[in-house]
Each structure stands twice: as C-alpha cells, then as structure tokens.
C-alpha cells in the first residue's frame, strides 16, 4: 500500500514584482495615461526591484487619473523637500513613489548611516526655530496659506470672447484674454503646489515632536503601550472637527425651531433650503447655514485628491443628509456631541500614572517632550481641514470650471473629462484652444480629445476592477523608518501578516491598535464616501481607509477597521478623538470581510475577528 506524503509551500518572503503582474483586461496600455517618471520603466527593472513599495491606499485608496497625479506629485514631492532638504532630519529623507496598475506606491529613501549625525545639529537649529516660535510661525502660516486660498478663488475660466474688448485696445494694453487664460491656468497649479510647500512646514515636525515624546516613552517605560503614549496627547479641540459641529448645531436649531418636518427628503437640497428659508421660524437656522458655507462647508467625504471628491459646499445635499441623520438621533435620545472633557480626563489620568513613575531631570525631561508635544499635535489634524479640504476643493471647483470651457468648445464628450489628461497635456490643449482663437482657425482638440478620452477611460474603468497588492518586492528585513511605521503602519509584523506568514489564527485578522475599546456587530464594508448613506446603526465599519469628513456616521457606528494606517494615521487620530474603537492597517480587511459577517473588533490588541 502506497503513502501518500504533503508538502507544505513554501513559506512567501516577497511580494510579487511589478514586472511580474499583468494589468487587468482592458487596461492594456496603461502606462500611457502617465508621465515616464512615474511609471516602472523596464530598464530599470534591476534597480526598482531593489526596492520595498507598499501601496499607499491610505491617501489613494482608488485608481488615479492622469491629472490627479498632481495630488501625490505634489504632496510626497514637498514630503521630502522639508525632511531632506529644509528640516534635515537626521534619520529621513524623501519617498519615491510610482504609479502601477492605477495605484500609488511608496518606497522610504533613507539617510546614508555616515550622514546622520552632521545633520543632527543643522535639524536642531531649524527645527528648534519653529519649536521655539511656534505660535508666531503658525501664525504667519495661516496668513499665507489665507492668501494662496484667495488668489486661487480669483481665478475664473471662461470661453475666449469674439473679440478684445474695445477698451483694451484704446488703453494700448497690447495682450488679449488669451494671455489671462494661459496664465491662469498656469497660476492655478502653481498656488497649489505653494499650498502643499505650506503644508508640510509645520507637519513633520509634528511627527517630529510626537516619535520624540514616543521614542523617550519607550526607553523609560519599557512596557508602555502604543496606545497609552497616544492617548496623552488626545482630547484636542480642533479645526477639523469644526464641520461636524456645524451640522450638530444646525441639527439642534432644527428640533429647537420646529423644523423637523422640512428634512424628510434632502435630495432636493434647494427645495429644502427654501421651504426652511420660508418657515416662520427658519431664520436662526438658514443664518447658521450662510455662517458655515465659508470656510467650514469647504469640506469633502472623500480626501481632496480627487477630482471627483464632492464638497459640502458645491453639493449641499450631503450635508443637509448628514443633518438629517443628527435629527434623527437626537428624536430618538441619542447624545451626539463629542465629550472632549472626558478625553482630556483619560488624558491626565493616563500622563499622571506614568509620571509618579519618574523624579528629578527624567521627569522634567517626560513634562518638557510631552508639553512640546501637545502644542504641535493639533496642527497634524489641522493642517488637513486647511489644505486637503479648503484649499484642494477650490482648486478642484476652478479646475472644473476649465474642464467645462474646453467641453463645451468640443475638446471632451463629458463635462469633467479634462482629468484623464495630463497637467501638461491640459496645457498643450489649452494652447490649441487660444492659437485657434487668434488665428480664427478651428481647434485641433475636438477632432483629437474625444476618441483618446474615451480610450482612457476603458482603461480607467479596467484599472478600477482589481485591488493593488499591499506591497511589492522583497521587504526589508527590519523596518525602522519612523514615518513609515507611525503614519502607515507599516510593521515587520504587519508585513509577515500581509505575507501570510504571521501567527495569526484563521478567521482572524491583524492590525494596528489604534484607538482603544472592543465592539461587536455586522460589517458594513464600504469602498468609497458614495457608500456613506448604506451605514446602518450599530454596524462596524470597513472600509481601505477613512477620512476626517466621515465623522457625521461615527454615531452610528460601533468600530472601524481599515487596510492601511498607523497610530499617526488620520483614521487613528480621528477615531480616538470620537472615542471609536479602531484596527488600521489590517492590509485586506476591506477585501476579505463581507458585509452582513459578524464581526469583534479589539482596539486593544489590533485584532479583527470574523463570528460567522
């Protein structure tokens, strides 16, 4: 009788390579979309697969779009500006990134070992500048960053006329409209590109401050947990918080003024804005609506880096829904405010237990990290209401306002098709535009634009089909870089998680524990902001990330779990901030979970199990 012998697979050690996986059908022939820099070139297989990329599904959790490359180009670009070049930080440089198969990917450039420490003292002295004048730098800050948001809102994109106006000639101005509409367009993505240099000035030395508070927290208390570092700099009362108590507010004047009835049905935003403008008593609430227009419905579900991202203030029906769901709880008894005193009590409670621990310089040294770290820790939610929010949603609705010119001069079938071109590509066909105009000659672009729009979009929609893997090539064997651990959550465990080689027990899954308490209840796995109204009281949201505007459904929710995100992460901060049970950085949770599957959720340990 013959014996049958298994052998197990080996173990995996290595994410696949991008020059090993096949784009999904259809999308043959996406590296066109992009520029060559963005793209694994093949002749440079050898060096890129040197390198570990993780998939940034934290940031660009969806497909990119040609011209929404501006986001992470801009942004990561200006990353590493102020780590390698304006702060010197000692143990980090910049991030590379790529685009493969739709997806944003990143690889940590570290520090040369041997230049670390002449860079020790030059980061002392720029960083101590701003740790030192903090209040006024910030100050400064959000001054310049006011001015940037008003000269892009300046900016209007409107069809060339049939002629110069006669006043132009006789003053001998000597340029025509088409000079204006060049340079606004050129304007327009320079005053994005200097609001994101604003936005990392003071960002990383947020980070800065809180790994420096956390690594002198480890050394001294040995055994403290991750969460307990974090939860003593909790309880912050901040910007980015301040839509959601706008819509909490209007809420309350609703039941306050009897206007309850006029929120049955939001989907006609401008029927419900004036039936409530009409009533007896509308007046407090429609004047607490115009007062929060401007900034603070300046606000989007999604993150800002889309073009399709929908903002609160271009589509008020969203937040008049959100409004309706805070009605709703407040009719049935529920609390919806956010108890910032009792995070602040945790707070002490947590700093003083640790404290009694020390004596002496020691615990001059913990009070002097920890106070440095309180004052900057705000600004690494802020800044996100200022820039990802404000900023990016007028840059978006300008951009729009362009892309609907050049569709209606017959450039692209649908109004929004200017994204699947290229930023420099707009500019090409912008110039074709205004040379037809002054020559009096039709445009090339109508006979050009619509055919290839079309092609770009079948590979978009292809694109859109497969997840990303969570990484790619052979990771390191210790993951040290601490923007990398603390944003993303990137861990070694994490990454033998990813692997399939953790001890993790079936049905289980692993993650950050990143807001403390444990849940149980059905999933609800949402892959965008669209999904939004499918929450269900009482569920467990799953989701590749989430973002700060998503606070309106944290009441009905019990926990979230994401794919990606570290204690650092937006998904972290704001769940602590809500008091919300929280697992980020679990790699495929969003593809794994089903709706409906019961889940228990352990903010304490960083565990996801599936009950059925």
């Not at 990303?468 to 070694?492: C, H, K, R, S, Y």
């Amino acid at each position: 009788m013959s014996q049958t012998t298994t052998v197990s697979a080996p173990a995996r050690t290595s994410f696949p390579s991008p020059y090993e996986q096949d784009a999904p059908a259809g999308a043959e022939g996406w590296k066109d979309l992009y520029a060559y820099n963005l793209v694994f070139q093949d002749n440079r297989r050898e060096i890129e697969e040197r390198k570990f990329w993780f998939c940034d599904s934290q940031h660009w959790p969806t497909v990119t779009k040609p011209f929404e490359t501006i986001g992470f180009e801009f942004a990561v670009g200006c990353l590493g500006q102020y780590n390698s070049r304006q702060l010197l930080i000692p143990t980090a440089n910049g991030i590379e990134y790529r685009i493969h198969n739709g997806y944003v990917f990143m690889s940590p450039v570290a520090v040369d070992p041997e230049h670390i420490e002449a860079r020790v003292p030059q980061f002392m002295q720029r960083a101590g500048h701003y740790f030192q004048n903090w209040e006024s730098l910030l100050q400064n800050w959000h001054g310049k960053l006011k001015d940037t948001i008003a000269e892009l809102e300046s900016i209007e994109f409107t069809a060339l006329p049939e002629a110069i106006a006669l006043d132009d000639v006789l003053a001998g101005k000597g340029t025509g409209p088409a000079t204006d509409l060049l340079g606004d367009y050129d304007r327009l993505i320079a005053l994005a590109y200097r609001a994101w240099q604003y936005h990392f000035e003071f960002l990383n030395l947020g980070y800065v401050a809180y790994l420096d508070l956390f690594m002198f927290c480890k050394e001294v208390f040995p055994r403290i947990p991750d969460q307990a570092i974090a939860t003593m700099v909790q309880g912050v009362d901040m910007e980015l918080f301040r839509p959601d108590d706008e819509l909490k507010k209007l809420a309350k004047i609703a039941v306050r003024d009897g206007l309850v009835d006029l929120f049955e049905d939001t989907s006609d935003a401008e029927a419900t804005l004036a039936a409530i403008s009409a009533h007896p008593s509308g007046a407090a609430w429609t004047g607490a609506w115009r007062d929060a227009q401007d900034p603070w419905f300046n606000f989007t579900t999604g993150n800002g880096f889309y073009a399709h991202d929908e903002y609160w203030r271009d589509v008020p029906a969203i937040p008049l829904g959100f409004i309706r769901g805070y009605i709703d709880r407040l009719q049935a008894g529920h609390d919806i405010d956010r108890h910032v005193a009792d995070l602040v009590a945790e707070r002490d409670r947590i700093t003083e237990e640790y404290a009694e621990l020390l004596s002496g310089d020691v615990l001059e040294t913990f009070r002097g990290k920890l106070g440095l770290a309180r004052t900057v820790y705000p600004y690494v939610e802020n800044h996100n209401f200022y820039i990802e929010h404000w900023t990016m949603g007028v840059f978006w609705r300008k951009a729009r306002q362009l892309s609907r010119v050049l569709h209606e001069q017959g450039f692209w079938p649908q109004t929004n098709d200017m994204f699947y071109l290229r930023r420099d590509e707009v500019r090409e066909a912008l110039f074709d535009y205004v040379n037809a105009w002054m020559v009096g000659a039709p445009a090339i672009g109508p006979d050009y634009w619509p055919a290839e729009v079309e092609r770009r979009r079948g590979i978009v929609d292809a694109l859109s089909t497969a997840r990303p893997q969570p990484a790619l090539n052979t990771p390191p064997e210790v993951i040290t870089e601490p923007f990398t651990l603390m944003l993303w959550g990137i861990t070694d465990d994490q990454i033998q998680n990813w692997l399939g080689t953790g001890d993790v027990p079936d049905g289980t899954l692993k993650g950050m524990p990143a807001s403390p308490g444990t849940a149980e209840g059905p999933a609800r796995v949402i892959s965008s902001a669209d999904q939004l109204s499918e929450v269900q009281e009482g569920e467990i949201l799953v989701a590749p990330v989430t973002a700060p505007s998503w606070g309106p459904i944290f009441g009905k929710i019990r926990a979230t779990v994401t794919d990606i995100g570290g204690m650092m992460s937006h998904a972290a901060i704001v769940c602590r901030e809500y008091g919300m049970p929280a697992v980020t950085g679990t790699g495929t949770a969003s593809s794994e979970i089903r709706t409906g599957q019961r889940l228990r959720v352990d903010g304490n340990s960083g565990t996801v199990t599936i009950l059925d």
